[in-house]
């Protein structure tokens, strides 16, 4: 704003402007930070729960195959060897959570967390879980057969 004084004119912003400009701008940023978490919380959900459709169905196969589902302890082998003897050729990026190392397994034979996934079961049926950020609460796959 331009005041004069005298003869002299003086430019610039008073200081209620300028700190009315710095709340609106901490303002709209808390709410963009709020917004993207939750939006990365709910992508990673996504990833967990297609995950655990691909693993339910690889799962499905090995039943078909043996008869019975895998135990817990062959869940909860390394990725590799799950991927060479339990779940044949299943990619090893399906068995690690979003936010776990790629490559890693990521199932533990207790309730989930959000970087675990959860595997109870084996022989005529299993229950996959795993831990939504979004809602705070544990999401359930269940064999078919039971």
């Given at each position: 704003m331009a005041k004069k004084y005298g003869k002299k004119s003086i430019n610039g912003f008073t200081?209620?402007?300028?700190?009315v400009v710095v709340c609106i701008i901490a303002i709209l940023s808390s709410i963009g930070a709020y917004s993207?978490?939750?939006?990365?919380?709910?992508?990673r959900d996504s990833q967990r729960s297609s995950k655990l459709t691909i693993i339910s169905e690889a799962l499905e196969k090995y039943y078909s195959q043996n008869g019975e589902y895998?135990?817990?302890?062959?869940?909860?082998?390394?990725?590799?060897?799950?991927?060479?003897?339990?779940?044949?050729d299943i990619d090893l990026d399906v068995l690690s959570t979003?936010?776990?190392p790629s490559g890693t397994n990521s199932f533990a034979c207790s309730t989930p967390t959000t970087d675990k996934f959860?595997?109870?079961?084996?022989?005529?049926?299993?229950?996959?879980?795993y831990f939504s950020e979004s809602d705070k609460n544990a999401v359930s796959v269940k064999s078919s057969h039971s």
């Open positions: 200081l209620i402007e300028v700190v993207f978490g939750k939006v990365q919380a709910n992508t895998p135990s817990c302890a062959h869940m909860t082998a390394d990725a590799y060897t799950i991927s060479i003897q339990t779940l044949k979003p936010s776990d959860g595997y109870i079961g084996g022989g005529s049926e299993y229950t996959l879980e």
